[in-house]
């Protein structure tokens, strides 16, 4: 299982870069890392996943490190519509996603 | 336009009473998936199905029940015997499940649901 861990929560300012850490070192060689982000009481968005390689697309870059160990998803110009709790996320070995607490990102103006 | 629905929005109803969580997609995705959330809290899985006519237990399947007669639609039962009920609950689906990396989930908007 690919049990990961991020801090509860985080500030960035609107217009900078947002820089959410996760630290999965249990993750196994063919296990995804998946971002998932939820607005208030709605439900959660698809952001980005990755295996060993960074990826980016239109919403965010996710950095992996080269032991697969941590990620960082980068979120270049951060809004206010950017706040949301950050879900960082792995398979169990079902292949059912994990979900934690996630990180609380606030994007203050 | 293509997507999930969870109808209604907000749900109450009474301790004792079945209520049943309407979940329904357009996006002709084999795989379904019921979670529930509670406050400050991540997803838990209730139940997910690969196919139409079959589903699996997920981590916190008991007082709960679901069907797949359709493709399109996976309705959640919440039993007098769940002991917990209030909660939000989401649906989600995702092109085929089980097999890791293509496994994106897509969620509808939830329900909220409020035991009294």
């Known amino acids: 299982d690919a049990k990961t861990t991020q801090p509860p929560s985080m500030d960035c300012a609107e217009g900078r870069a947002a820089n959410l850490p996760c630290n999965h070192s249990t993750i196994s060689g063919n296990e995804y890392v998946y971002w998932y982000r939820q607005i208030h009481s709605q439900g959660p968005q698809y952001i980005i996943h990755?295996?060993?390689?960074?990826e980016t697309n239109e919403m965010a870059s996710l950095i992996i490190t080269e032991d697969r160990k941590s990620s960082t998803l980068i979120l270049p110009h951060a809004t206010l519509r950017d706040t949301a709790v950050y879900y960082c996320i792995g398979p169990d070995s079902n292949y059912q996603l994990i979900w934690g607490a996630g990180t609380k990102l606030i994007i203050k103006p | 336009d293509g997507g999930i629905t969870q109808s209604p929005k907000y749900l109450f109803r009474k301790e004792g009473q079945n209520v049943t969580l309407s979940c329904e997609q357009n996006l002709n995705h084999d795989a379904m998936y019921w979670y529930r959330q509670d406050p400050g809290q991540g997803l838990r899985l209730i139940y997910y199905s690969q196919i139409v006519n079959d589903f699996q237990k997920g981590d916190i399947a008991e007082g709960y029940s679901v069907s797949r007669e359709k493709k399109e639609s996976f309705p959640l039962t919440v039993t007098s015997a769940q002991k917990n009920p209030t909660a939000f609950y989401l649906c989600?689906?995702?092109?085929?499940?089980?097999?890791?990396?293509?496994?994106?989930?897509?969620f509808g908007p939830g329900t909220r649901l409020t035991v009294l």
């Open positions: 989600a689906s995702s092109i085929v499940g089980g097999q890791v990396g293509t496994d994106t989930q897509y």
């Open positions: 990755g295996l060993k390689n960074n």
